[in-house]
């Protein structure tokens, strides 16, 4: 069982309604819409999309992460930790 699997529709929804605005951003250049108008839509989807991963990568730390002491010992807790800080540091740089 994935950490967000509790979530998981609620995640769909929200994945939905940024798709539609990532759609409308295609509207918005075929129309021809003025840049700032373009880039000011650009910015809330990249919030929303933000807001996700930021919802997943908490339920990862609280489920996987948190679920991996003393299952397979320090190694594997120690492995768990190290995915989270790299998925962090992906996060981080977008």
């Known amino acids: 069982m994935r950490g967000y699997s509790i979530s998981k529709d609620d995640y769909q929804k929200r994945l939905r309604r940024i798709e539609g605005q990532v759609r409308g951003l295609q509207r918005m250049i075929d129309e021809d819409t003025y840049c700032v108008d373009v880039l000011t839509q650009i910015s809330s989807v990249t ?12 339920e990862h730390v609280r489920h996987c992460v948190a679920h991996s002491q003393g ?24």
């Open 47 to 58: 919030k929303a999309l933000q807001s996700v991963a930021l919802g997943l990568l908490d």
């Open 71 to 94: 299952r397979a010992g320090v190694a594997a807790e120690s492995d768990m930790i190290d995915e989270a800080m790299q998925a962090f540091e992906r996060l981080l740089r977008t």
